[in-house]
T-cell receptor
Framework: DAGVTQSPTHLIKTRGQQVTLRCSPK?????VSWYQQALGQGPQFIFQ???????QRGNFPDRFSGHQFPNYSSELNVNALLLGDSALYLC?????????????FGPGTRLTVT | GDSVTQMEGPVTLSEEAFLTINCTYT??????LFWYVQYPGEGLQLLLK?????DKGSNKGFEATYRKETTSFHLEKGSVQVSDSAVYFC???????????FGTGTSLTVIP
């Protein structure tokens, strides 16, 4: 049973560019959450997707957008990249409803903006 | 707003020493509380959790008790091992949603 997978592992982009990160949830899970973890900090909640809709959003600008597909996988898009967007981006999946508090995290995508 | 405060690191201990990592929280209502561990180069792994006041979460020798009166969820282990070296995150989840609030993490290094 595969856990949460994320791609790519590492990514280097230039300021002003756009980036797309991908996540496949754990088998049987229907909800995907995205987090940004800056170096030396705890993860910060970006947003959560359920039934292909953004269910909840943290304090991030509109440059951060996402999508969830019918197979529950998800993408995180960041436009007009800033140096401050350099971070580890974590995806977590869960099953909404009973047991939804247990989120399983992927290994993350390390984004470097130069 | 809702938040989690963890003791500052890094923490360095000798093998078999006693570990305490302090965690306090601010939240309205009755959140669930968690400890996650992050090994180098890996994602977060759930270590233990407690969903209501006075609950004790435990796993792999680690324990934490949900203390509503002191809004705390301190992590303890009686005898640490070198393999426990990692970064530990305290987190809360409000019962109104699925958004986690994480602390800044505490780095633990255990030396032989």
């Amino acid at each position: 049973d595969a856990g949460v997978t994320q791609s790519p592992t590492h990514l280097i982009k230039t300021r002003g560019q756009q980036v797309t990160l991908r996540c496949s949830p754990k088998s049987g899970h229907d909800t995907v959450s995205w987090y940004q973890q800056a170096l030396g900090q705890g993860p910060q909640f970006i947003f959560q997707y359920y039934e292909e809709e953004e269910r909840q959003r943290g304090n991030f600008p509109d440059r951060f957008s996402g999508h969830q597909f019918p197979n529950y996988s998800s993408e995180l898009n960041v436009n007009a990249l800033l140096l401050g967007d350099s971070a580890l981006y974590l995806c977590a999946s869960s099953l909404l409803g009973v047991g939804s508090y247990e989120q399983y995290f992927g290994p993350g995508t390390r984004l470097t903006v130069t | 707003g809702d938040s989690v405060t963890q003791m500052e690191g890094p923490v360095t201990l000798s093998e078999e020493a006693f570990l305490t990592i302090n965690c306090t929280y601010t939240a309205t209502g009755y959140p669930s509380l968690f400890w996650y561990v992050q090994y180098p180069g890996e994602g977060l792994q759930l270590l233990l959790k407690a969903t209501k006041a006075d609950d004790k979460g435990s796993n792999k020798g680690f324990e934490a008790t949900y203390r509503k009166e002191t809004t705390s969820f301190h992590l303890e282990k009686g005898s640490v091992q070198v393999s426990d070296s990692a970064v530990y995150f305290c987190a809360l989840l409000k019962n109104t949603g699925n958004q986690f609030y994480f602390g800044t993490g505490t780095s633990l290094t255990v030396i032989p």
